[in-house]
């Protein structure tokens, strides 16, 4: 039959439609689910599919010759897939790995007639013993046990045994075939042992009971000494769970559980380089004009989790060394995230720390503003009881003339004749009471007169500007004013200090006397009222009927030094506002009905609320 060169690429020469169906077939000699074939088979299969542009179709046949000796079945097998593949058009035959080459070598003529083989998977050490046809080509590969043995000792430089372990299969021979021939010529400081045809059992059992100074260097085990199939990967992975030594190997699957470490030809790079291949062939190209093409390069591949395990520092490793399942950190897995995380903790702390500081600031302020209000209260009372000197000379005068009027009728009745006790009795019980009357007056100017920290305690509303009504009663006797009380007696206990708000009303009343200058003496009237609000809060009002006050100053009377009088100072409101601010309360003033002024502030009557709880501690 004439070679006839089938065509898939649609630049080329070709007898078939563009989008012809391209038959591929991929000759396995094993388990074709084994995890190096299943690598091996999709890159192969991904390649082809990339580069050719046209619809392929693959058939997978597998020999299945390194579980079943080769010779028992190898007649059937050809038959059955003459059978099969009579009349089809197969384009190229990918053979994996030695035995399907020579299979393919053998019988391809017959089965799939001038067919170009591709192979992959095959040693470089079985090539150069053989020439072959022009028909094939294919990728090799370099099995690299003698690198793979230097790597070994590089990450453990203290070995001096090498426990070569091999099963009994054609393959697993073949391999020590090549390890003897690279080992062998190594000078002799380490002692190399080869623990072949040995069951898995045996295998495993040894392992366990190497010395540290021992390595093992794991081939394959495609079969047992005890003739029990194997699947080399699975074999490796029990030797490193029995293993008191490192093992290292020379196939990419091996890694994971396995071995440390090798000098391995991944199989992904095998696929795609035999695929490219496949793809010339299948555009076009010869066989005979390609070539065999250079093995794929095995590089140092490595186990991080295998490495750890044995303690063996990462840095011993070639440069461009290729560490797998590296186990990523939580800090290397969420660095962007724990990196925003500090971030904002640091933004936190920054914003924490100058709030505090704000706070810290603002309660210094608060604390001077506080004490820097006690001192001009302080004034301001010092300043309002000057102005009732004349009222309150008068008033202590008047006890004190009595006192004296008094001792000179006592003098008079001791110097007659009969004088009669009981009179003198009377006498002094006179004096004793102007004494009183004239001390009640110095007590209580006194206490307005010290100065006094702000202090809370619980304190009767009507009780307090009772107090303070009795100083104010000479000067307004003086200036013809009636004061006029309508209290509220159920008003409950305020929690606030006594003298504080004792000044809010002296200021108060003496301003309603003021603006009363002008105001016929008959109707000269001040009254002082104590109510309840209906949001609970105690309410006191100072009303007059003065001159009034416009509605444009309402707004400024408040303000500091603000006055309208001739001889002010302006600070008697401003200083009454802050104190009623301090207790929790609300100042203001509005025009009184028929003239004059009315002066209002509430208070808190719940000692216990927010507002009088901020007022009572200026500090
Ligand atoms: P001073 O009494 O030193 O002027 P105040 O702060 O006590 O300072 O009062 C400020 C101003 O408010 C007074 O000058 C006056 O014009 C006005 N004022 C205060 N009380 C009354 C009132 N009862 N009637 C009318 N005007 C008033």
Redesign the pocket.
Known sequence: MLLSLVVCGASAQSDRAPDSLCRVVLLNVGDPLLPAFIALDRATRDEIRAKVGRPVQFYAETLDMLRFPRAQLEQETVALLSKKYRGAKVEAVVAIETTALEFAESHGDLIWPDTPIIFHSVPTSYLARRTLSPRITGVPVRYDIEPTLELALRLRPATRRVVVIAGAGEFDHELIRLARGAIEGRAGKIDVEFLVDRSLAEARAAVGKLPVDAIVLFLSMVRGGDGAPHTSRNVVTQLAAASSVPIFGIFETYLSDGIVAGSIASFETQGRRAGDLVARVLKGERPADLNVQPPVQPGCIADWRQLKRWGIDESLLPDGCDVRFREISTWERYRWQIDLAILVMFAQTALIGALLFQRYRRRQAESAGAQLRVELAHAGRLVTIGELTAAIAHEVNQPLGAILANVDSAEMLLDSDDPRISDVRQILADIRKDDLRANDVIKRLRTLLAKHEMTRERIDLNETILEVLRVLEPEAQRRHVELVTEFDDGIPRILGDRVHLQQVLL?LVL??M??MADTHVTSRRVTVRTARRPDGDAEVTVS?R????ASEHLSK?FVSF????QR???????IAKSIVEAHGGRIWAEPYRGGG?T?RFTLPVTGDSGRAATAERPA
């Not at 603000?562 to 009088?565: G, H, P, W």
């Open positions: 200021n301003n309603a003021d603006a007059d003065g001159h009034g006050i009377l603000y006055t309208t009088k002010g100072m302006g600070l008697g409101l401003s002024a002066f």
